[in-house]
């Protein structure tokens, strides 16, 4: 891993969050325009998860 300052200052950190509904949060970080960087599938272990940029707003993961 590198430090923010050996890569011009960006974040080098990442955010675990577990969700009810993947496929729900998913549909709407697409509908937000998010950066998909890895996308929707099922884990061996039995989650099911994506990987997005974080440059979305915080609305996007709260609940409705």
Not at 30 to 58: K, N
């Amino acid at each position: 891993m590198r430090t923010p300052s050996e890569v011009g200052g960006h974040c080098t950190q990442a955010v675990y969050v577990i969700v009810d509904d993947a496929d729900a949060i998913h549909a709407r970080a697409v509908a937000a325009g998010a950066e998909i960087l890895l996308t929707l599938v099922d884990q061996d272990y039995g989650g099911r998860g994506f990987s997005v940029a974080l440059t979305l707003p915080r609305q996007l993961l709260r609940r409705t």
